[in-house]
């Protein structure tokens, strides 16, 4: 959890930035040695970099976002439960024989209210990954989900859930266990719910696996995240027959925060440290809890009827057809 | 190995080699089809007149939403609704193909708007809302018109207190759509949680083939799921898991038979009885 000591593992288009602060080292190193003044060389590569940096992560293309969004450092499900819980206890199992690791849920404190927060769970290295299977939930997961779901609408919690998945597991047990099953479920049962109910889409969103924990009240997603109904490279196999399409497939699919914000899919975009939540998960965590936070705020007050009905109006509202 | 055996082997390969994007092979003639599991040339007329059942192997092929309808609604008691709702282009998509051009093509191949046909019908006598889906259009992918046919045609049943049925035949997402495709699951399902809670029965028949969006979404969420005989029902395709776990997956994989044994679906239909056993459902969930 602790990143501060971990050197940032560089993207491919950042590392042109790379390339002027090693510069820059260089001529400090050889100003001391040489104890020949290259202040005002330095300094302007200094702007430099400030100006190109500011650029680059500006106009970030989706498919830049992509790489970002799936960075192996990025802030995880228990990064933000450190980050942004007074209180977690985890509470496991799906009372039928099974406790995925790749879906994590508990009762926790955000400033002091009390919630139940879930959400997907994608390790930072192979032995975690192995353990949390990616980040890919089995049907088990989502019924876990569902049985968390189902207990914080019985003690009245607000629901939060976290999500960054590739998607649901394409296993054979999944299928014989009822990945699609587990999945509408869920839908169909967040719909019912009594309870404020919050989603962000933290990492990457991939399809029904993703929104299997999304039928929310309120649903966001942090700057350089992503969600869509299939990854891009899946779309560029299918459509393009070619999966080095990925990037152009990244554009069509219109995956980025802002292009989901025009079209209702999300309601808010979260904005990330410069460069990616993976440079700065404390701050990115602070973000995200004042985000969470004035979220729960938005639906106090709000009947179980209430809650309902304007969760059910936001979904019954999407699509774009002629008439 | 008893000749059994071997003919049940060879049957199962069969059905593994089908391809998800198979489709019935024109070249042969307009007169003979050639049947996928069998591998016998059967005379057109022969098949449709079998319900398009081959005779020699009882292997169901796809038909569409228009000829479903007709098999098992009472004469002349379909009425269609909602026609009026038709696809556009919210993204701009192109891939190989502009999004426009794809659904012009698929208008001329199928006959149809979109890739579900929605109204009301009597199933022996028994008003009843239905919602069938035809492949022959994008490979039955839900978008947005697929998703506000069902949700509106379920709100009817919800309004009228009817009995619903859908009839499932899907690839999947249509990724022409993207994030709004992925929302018509959220969208159907809602509108299954209040008919659920209006105590409404709402049947779901899953046809061949029946994969991803549609299986997370409505398709599975049934009181009563059906499938009908041989369809090949999944959330993830089958190439996709077996390069996912690197090994090979039974050739009955994903099959009705293989879903009915792993206790996902309540029971496995014939063509031929599909009405039948659709009215006798709706009797005994609706009789007082
Ligand atoms: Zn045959």
Redesign the interface.
Known sequence: MKEENKKVQILEFEKPIYKIQDKIEELKKTSADTNINYDSEIKKLEEQTKIYKKELYQKLEPYQKLQIARHPQRPNFMDYVHFICEDFIELHGDRHGFDDKAIIGGVASIEGRAVMLIGTMKGKSTKENLECNFGMPQPQGYRKALRLFEHANRFNLPIITLIDTMG?????M????????A???N???M??LEVPTIAVVTGEGC??GA??L??SNKVMILEHAY????SPEG?AS????DSSMARV?TD????TGDD?LQ?G?VDEVIKEPTGGAHYNAQEMAQNLKKSLVESLKEFEGMSPEELRNQ??SK??A?????? | MTLTDWFNKRKMQQIAARDNDVHIDDSIGKLWTLCYNCSSQLPKKDLENNLMVCPNCDYHFRIGARQRIDLISDKDSFCEMYQEIKPCDPLNFVDTQSYPSRQEAAHAKSGLDDAVVVGTCTIEGQKTAIAVMDFEYMGGSMGSVVGEKITRILEYALLNKLPSIVFTASGGARMQESALSLMQMAKTSCIVAKLNEAKLLYITVLTEPTFGGVTASFGTIGDIIIAEKGARIGFAGRRVIEQTIRQKLPADFQTAEYLLKCGQIDFIVERKDMKEKLSKLIYLHTKK
């Not at chain 1, 299918?238 to 027959?241: A, D, E, G, T």
């Not at chain 1, 999407?318 to 008439?323: K, S």
């Open positions: 649901a597991y394409p296993g054979m999944a299928e014989e266990t009822g990945q699609g099953e999945i509408a479920t839908l169909k049962e719909a019912k399809s029904g929104l299997g999304a039928v969600y869509t109904v299939i779309c299918i459509l393009w027959k497939a069509a699919l219109k995956i989901l079209y899919i969760r059910y979904f019954r999407m699509g774009v057809f002629a008439q």
